[in-house]
């Protein structure tokens, strides 16, 4: 069992889909991804602020998950990170109603002294000298440090960025963005452009056609499960990344193969994330569906073609 | 070791991509599932009209493939079914350029004596009445006939095709296709509607983002190998479910198991075939370089999470 530190928002998210919308509920990617990670045998601690309008309940959730949250910032009078957004009816796309940064505008994330030995370390989406100063508090050197990031920084922030994943293990970016650093259309190609940027491997998202992992000259693909209904795709790619960290927290093992089975078990807390509104399919998960939907994942990919 | 009976077009494509521009060269979709399909051990024939400029070479290359072209129809003074079609830049999606029926306008396909038992029919996109009347020409039912359509006959021959399926096994169709046959965005929801229309299978093409097998409550995905340079796309659906009957026509085994390998020979043949312009890199494919190719569909989707 090993220690995962979380560095991400916690949120508001009002969201608008084909099928509902919700006042302003539990988000942030710090959120997803602690919450996927809940589900594996795991020290985890999330480093994150919010203001004191962030409710107790919220709190409280996740610290019923076992997730370590007394190094939240709480910033008194602070007004907690707020996102609205609408999708469009094939959920894939999406327009961003309101982005209110409030208290995550001076957001200055401070290590606590009992993880800055974290064996993992997942650094959701920030500002990329945000995720750096991170990355410089550790004290021992994590066995791996996995970063997501959006085309957000890559516009406003670039040379930050690709300063900080010189430092890290992993990095988690959706093809759209991958083509947009690299300025190539072939993800093969995009892919090894950014192990020559840091990144020892590189996981691609492509939604609901799936995620890719590279590493050298291996790829490993895994599919997004099918559904009869996607209901809100909002933090998807937390949960995907949670699944991930989590898995490789546990498990302790960081070898090409054990990092195809975290992305596998990503994409499964995934599946289920899409299925009901923001954190509330996450929130009530329980070991036993997760396993039943994992051999639907081995039904989903496994063949037996012998190639002697 | 299995009959195969192909029906289908064969014709002179004229292709445009980003990398390049052919003169008329071989295609048709009967060309394509045949030279995947000659690649296994089966007996296979093809039934097709040609126009007399429809060159000897062509032929000839189908017959050293092993590939019974003997009640091939040669149009005296006629013209072959001639396309063209200019790709975008993401390759993704096409402008059909032109489509000169020719003799393909009046094809009446007569299925040879010798191939009324086949084992196995493939019957490529054509009006659903023409793949109509080829099965009302068997003499035994066939352990397998599989469809392609295209969404063209949907908008224009709806009746003629909602008759056809009916009586086949499996149908393979996009995803778009899918969507629209059915009214359902939701690909879980279409194939089930499609499978209450007649075929017990339904294989849902989606391009570089792979294929989906569905039958009752099971679901298989095969995802396309990602490739560092996809040349020109012409043909790869056809190339998939060549691949596909001619392994299922080799192994004579129509299980849901068999069927799930059947998709990944069919999506390796494929992902030659989108390397090079039309036919080239299928004409002169071996059997150790596809051997070879699986193995990287193995790496690709293969993971060792035991569950208990």
Redesign the interface.
């Given at each position: 069992m090993g220690k995962l530190l979380i560095v991400g928002t916690l949120a508001f998210d009002a969201i608008e889909t084909p099928f509902g919308k919700t006042d302003k509920i539990l988000g942030g990617a710090a959120t997803f991804i602690g919450l996927a990670a809940s589900q594996f045998n795991v020290d985890s601690a999330i480093v994150s602020v919010v203001g004191d309008d962030f409710p107790q309940e919220y709190l409280d959730l996740l610290i019923s998950k076992n997730i370590d949250i007394s190094s939240l910032e709480i910033v008194e009078n602070g007004k907690t990170f707020f996102w609205s957004g609408k999708y469009h009816?094939?959920l894939n796309t999406r327009d961003t109603l309101v982005t209110e940064l409030n208290v995550l505008a001076d957001f200055k994330p401070v290590v606590p002294n009992n993880y800055k030995d974290a064996d993992v370390v997942m650094l959701g989406n920030l500002h990329p000298s945000t995720q750096m100063s991170v990355i410089e508090q550790m004290e021992t050197k994590p066995k791996l440090i996995v970063l997501d990031t959006m085309n957000y920084w890559m516009d406003n922030a670039l040379e930050e960025l690709l300063h900080v994943i010189k430092y890290i293990d992993v990095i988690t970016i959706n093809d759209e963005e991958a083509r947009q650093l690299t300025n190539e259309?072939?993800?093969?190609?995009a892919a090894a452009k950014i192990q020559k940027m840091g990144p020892k491997y590189v996981v691609i998202k492509?939604g609901e056609?799936?995620a890719?992992l590279f590493h050298k000259d291996?790829?490993?693909?895994a599919?997004a499960l099918?559904?009869?209904?996607?209901f809100d795709p909002t933090g998807a790619g937390d949960t995907f990344a949670g699944g991930f960290v989590g898995y490789l927290a546990e498990t302790e093992n960081i070898s090409f193969?054990n990092l195809?089975?975290a992305?596998?078990?990503g994409s499964n807390l995934a599946s289920f994330c899409v299925e009901r509104f923001g954190t509330e399919r996450l929130e009530s998960l329980g070991s036993k569906e997760i396993?039943q939907r994992?051999?639907?994942f081995?039904?989903?990919?496994?063949?037996?073609?012998e190639?002697e």
């Open positions: 009816n094939d259309y072939s993800l093969v190609k492509k056609h799936g890719l291996n790829i490993f693909f599919p099918p559904l009869e209904e996607v193969n195809k089975n992305i596998i078990h396993k994992l051999l639907q081995k039904e989903l990919t496994q063949f037996d073609i190639l």
